[in-house]
């Protein structure tokens, strides 16, 4: 059934593909966090291990909330691994390719780099796009991210 909630199909479609784009990169965020959380070595080990369970923990709720709100708007929420890969900006990582001061480093980059996406898109779904709901969602993302960065940055001399 058609949606009749004030927008059109075109500002509708508009939102969804950067909400598809984000979608996939929280996917392989979350994926490197877990992969940390199990890969991780070195006197930090128990410190990490834990701080990267809480983080990966909690890009797993965005994923749900943005799959959610695709299907929201209307859309079809990619569901499937080979899709996400194809439409992310972010790249993984192999299981035990990293040291623990490298993976906190690489996490920040990935955080930093979604957090650009996300001013940007958050504007574009307001001004572009007429979706002040999809924006206000958004920017409460990118706060979230704001905060995991500087815990992370923290970390790093
Ligand atoms: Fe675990």
Same mark, same amino acid.
């Given at each position: 059934?058609?949606?009749?909630?004030?927008?059109?199909?075109?500002?509708?479609?508009?939102?969804?593909?950067?909400?598809?784009?984000?979608?996939?990169?929280?996917?392989?965020?979350?994926?490197?966090?877990?992969?940390?959380?199990?890969?991780?070595?070195?006197?930090?080990?128990?410190?990490?291990?834990?701080?990267?369970?809480?983080?990966?923990?909690?890009?797993?709720?965005?994923?749900?909330?943005?799959?959610?709100?695709?299907?929201?708007?209307?859309?079809?929420?990619?569901?499937?691994?080979?899709?996400?890969?194809?439409?992310?900006?972010?790249?993984?990582?192999?299981? +035990?390719?990293?040291?623990?001061?490298?993976?906190?480093?690489? /996490?920040?980059? =990935? &955080? #930093? $780099?979604?957090?650009?996406? !996300? %001013?940007?898109?958050?504007?574009?779904?307001?001004?572009?796009? +007429?979706?002040?709901?999809?924006?206000?969602?958004?920017?409460? /993302?990118?706060? =979230? &991210? #704001? $905060?995991?960065?500087?815990? !992370? %940055?923290?970390?790093?001399?």
């Amino acid at each position: 059934m058609e949606l009749n909630t004030g927008l059109t199909k075109a500002q509708r479609e508009g939102v969804i593909g950067l909400l598809k784009t984000l979608l996939a990169d929280e996917y392989i965020l979350y994926t490197k966090t877990r992969n940390f959380h199990w890969n991780v070595t070195g006197p930090l080990f128990s410190d990490l291990h834990k701080f990267f369970e809480s983080q990966y923990d909690d890009v797993d709720g965005k994923i749900d909330e943005v799959a959610e709100r695709i299907r929201a708007l209307g859309g079809v929420a990619p569901g499937s691994l080979g899709e996400m890969l194809a439409l992310a900006t972010l790249q993984e990582v192999p299981g +035990g390719s990293m040291k623990s001061q490298e993976m906190v480093g690489a /996490l920040l980059q =990935d &955080h #930093e $780099k979604l957090i650009v996406f !996300l %001013r940007g898109a958050l504007d574009a779904a307001q001004t572009k796009h +007429g979706d002040a709901g999809t924006g206000d969602f958004l920017t409460g /993302l990118m706060e =979230d &991210h #704001e $905060k995991m960065a500087w815990m !992370l %940055r923290s970390m790093l001399e």
